[in-house]
C-alpha cells in the first residue's frame, strides 16, 4: 500500500512500559505532593487552572477505555501525573518578542503570561531578518535562559520564525543545549529567505528551502543539537505554501527522524475579526489577502480566509490536510498565538530611542496609558492551545511528542481533555500512531472528552454541541505532488453533546477494518456552521467563513485533533 | 471585443497588486480619448520570477493597433526596463516580457483570467449599494459569495471600500465577495491587506 507507517509508528504502541526516564521531576503545580501553600503565586495559579479543568485529581479513570487493564488517560491519573498514559502539555510554538521588528514584548513578559495562561512548553520565535540574524539571535538568549530559571515549571525553548525561501513562515526551534544559538544563527544567516533575498517562489528558492532543512537536520545527526523541529505557520494566509512545497519540506529529512512535521491548523491573531467598535474590525487571523503572482495558482479565493478560526488547508474536509493524511505519512497540525501585539493590553513599545536595526530590538515596553484594541493578538494560552502528550516534562518529551502527531488544539478553552484511542485484535493506538491489525479485525474508535471543567479567558464555561468523526481511505504516496483534495475523506459519523460538564465519551465502530483508513476528531461550539467547501455528501456542518469585522473569536469555538491511521495486513 | 483588441503589457512588476493598479491607471490615462474599455491584472508564474502583467481592452481595432505601435516603438514612456508588449501574433521586447504580455492579452481576450481594474462602469462602483445595483451599474455580471453555492440576493448590500475587483472565469466579469459586518458583502480582495511583518 506503500504507506511507511510501520517504522515511523511503531514505537507508539508500548504504553505500559511506564518508565521514568529523565523526567525526574515534575513542574509542582502539577504534583499534588506538593502542598498549595508551597507554590509560588504563578505556580497556585498554574494548579488551579488544572484543577478547574479536571486536569488535577482524581478524574476519569473509572470511566476510560483503558479500564480493562492497560492505561490511564494522562488527565485522568491522580496526582497529574500519568501512570502509563501521556502528560498532555499545552504550549505554543509562535510567540514574538521585542526581537522581532513588529514585536514589543520582554521575553519574561511574555513567559510569565504564557505560565499564568496555562502553557506548560512555549517556543521564542522572533522573526528572521538581517538584524535578528547579526544580533537578535545572540540577545535573545540570555532573555530565555533567565526566563528557564525563573519559570521553573514552564519549558522555554528558543527558536525563530524562518522566513522559508519561497514560502511562508515557519517556526524552527532546537533543542536547549550549548549549540542551541550558534546553530540557528547559522540556519538563518544560510536559509531564511528574507536573510538571503530568496523570497520569491522560484524553484531555486524553493530548493534552498529543502537545503535548510537538511542542514537542521544534519545538526541532530552530527549531535550538535539533541532536536530540531519545523512547523510551517499560517500556511494558506497567502498563497505561497504550495502543496508540492509542503510534501517537500516533509521528504527533505529521514522518516526516522523529520524535520518538518506540520503545519498550523489555526493562526495567530485570532482577535482580528472583533468588530470595530471594540476591536480591529477586520478578518481573523489576519487572514485578509488575495492572490499575489508569488501565490500557488491552484488556490482558489476561499483558501485566503479563516473558517471558525481554522487555515483552509485543515478546516476543509477531504481538502489539503486530508490528502496528505490518505498518503499515510505524518503531517501534524497545530494552534498558536503568533503573539506580537496583544488586544487590549496598556503597554506600548518603547522609545524614543528605540532603533531596531541597530540594537537588534525594540526597548523594553513602557505604560502606554490606555487600553489598545488597534490589535489582534492574544497572550500566548490565553485562546490558542496545542497539547501535546508527552513522555515526562522534558524539553525532549515535548520535541518526542510533536513528532509522533500526539497533538490535539483547541480554542477558547473547549475541552479540558481529549483521550482518542482506536482499538482492535488485542491492541490500540493514539493521536498521531497507527494501530496494525490482521484484515477484517473489528476496530473502535474511543474518545473520552474532558468537558470545559471551568471558565476560560473570556469568562465563561464554553460548551462542546457537537464531536465529527473525520474518516478518509490511506490511497498512498500521490503522483502528482500538487493534489490538494481526498476524495475519499469525509464526516463519518457526528456525535450532539448534551451535557455541559464532566466527561463525555463517544465510540465510533470502523467495523471489519479491510482497508488502511485514517480518523481523526473535530469538535464545535455549535455556534456557527455551514455546510463544507466539499459539499454535503462530505461535510453537512463544517465552520463557516469567518465575517470580515465580525468575527468574536469567543463565540465560535472549534477543537481537532491529529489523525490515528488503522493498517490492516 | 474580439481577440484583436487586446493588447498586454509586462513591465516586470513585483510585489503589491496596489503598485499594478496604479501603473494600470497611469497607461489607460496616456490613452485619452482612445481609453480603455477594460483594464485587467495578470499574474505570470512562468519564468524566473513571478510578476504582475496588465491588459488593456481597446474599443476598436485602430485604437488597440494605435497603443500597440506606441509601446512598441516608444516605450511606455516612463523609466524602468523595456517592456515587453503583445497584440494578436505580434510581440515586441525582451522575450519573457513580451511572453508575459502575450499572456496576459491572450487570458484577457478569452475572458479565462484577468482580475479587472478598469471596465464598464467601474467608476460608478462606490459607497454602499445593493447587489442587484451593482449588477446594473457596471459590467459585473456575477457576485460569488465565499463559502455559500448560491448566488446573493439581489437586495443584499455590497460596501465597495471603493475598490471592486473582479475577474474574469469562463467568459464572464465576476466579483467575489464575502460576508462582513452587518449581513452585508464586501469584495473579496482587501484594498489593504495584512502586509508581512508589519506589526503581525
Redesign the interface.
Known sequence: MGHTHGHEHGHHHHHEHGHEGADTTLPAAFDTAVPDEALTPEQRSRRSLLRRAGLLGAGLAAGSVLAQGAATPAYASTGGRRKNGYLWLAGDHHIHTQY???GKYRVGDQVRQGAAHGLDWMVITD?G?DAHARIGVDKVNPDIREARDTYEDTLVFQGLEWNIPAAEHGTVFVHPGRNEVAVLKQFETDYDGSVKGAT???PANEALAVAGLTFLSEQVRSRRVKDVLMLANHPAR?GLDSPHEIRAWRDATPASHQIAVGFEGAPG?QAGGI??TYGM???RG?Y????????F?GYP??S??T?GGFDWMTATVGGLWDSLLAEGRPWWITANS?S??VYTDTAVRGGPDSDFNLNGRHTDPVYGGKIDTT???YWPGQYSRTHVGSDGFSYAAVMDGIRAGRIWVDHGGLLSGLDARVAGGGRWATLGGALHVRKGTRVTLTVDLGLAGGANWAGFVPKLARVDVVQGDVTGPVSDRDTLSAPTARVAKSYEVNKSSGTVRLTYDLGAVDRPVYVRLRGTDGNRS??G?RGAAVDPAGP??D????ADPWKDLWFYSNPVWVLPS | MSESHVVGVDTGH?G??RGADHLLRAFAAELGPDAAVSGCTH???DG?????ALSFALPSERAARALWQRLARDGPGRSGDAPGVAFGDERHGPGESAAGAALAAAEHAARTGGRAVLYPGSGAVTGVLTVARLLEVCAVERVAV????EAPSPETLLVTREHVRPEWREGRLVL?A?????GTL?P???PD??P?????
Not at chain 2, 524566473?48 to 504582475?52: A, F, Q, S
Not at chain 2, 508581512?196 to 503581525?200: F, L, R, T, V, W
Open positions: 522581532s521588528s513588529d522573526h531578518s520569491d517562489s522560484t497567502k491573531h468588530e470595530k474590525g477586520v478578518a489576519l485578509d489577502n488575495s492572490p499575489s503572482a508569488n501565490s495558482a479565493p476561499e485566503y480566509r473558517w503568533d506580537h501585539q490589535q489582534g493578538d455551514a455546510v467547501l463557516a467563513v465575517v470580515l469585522g465580525d | 513585483t503589491a497588486l499574474h505570470v508564474r524566473l520570477r513571478p510578476h504582475t465565499l463559502g455559500s453555492p467575489v464575502m460576508p462582513a459586518a452587518g464586501v473579496f480582495e482587501v491587506p495584512t508581512c511583518c508589519a506589526d503581525h
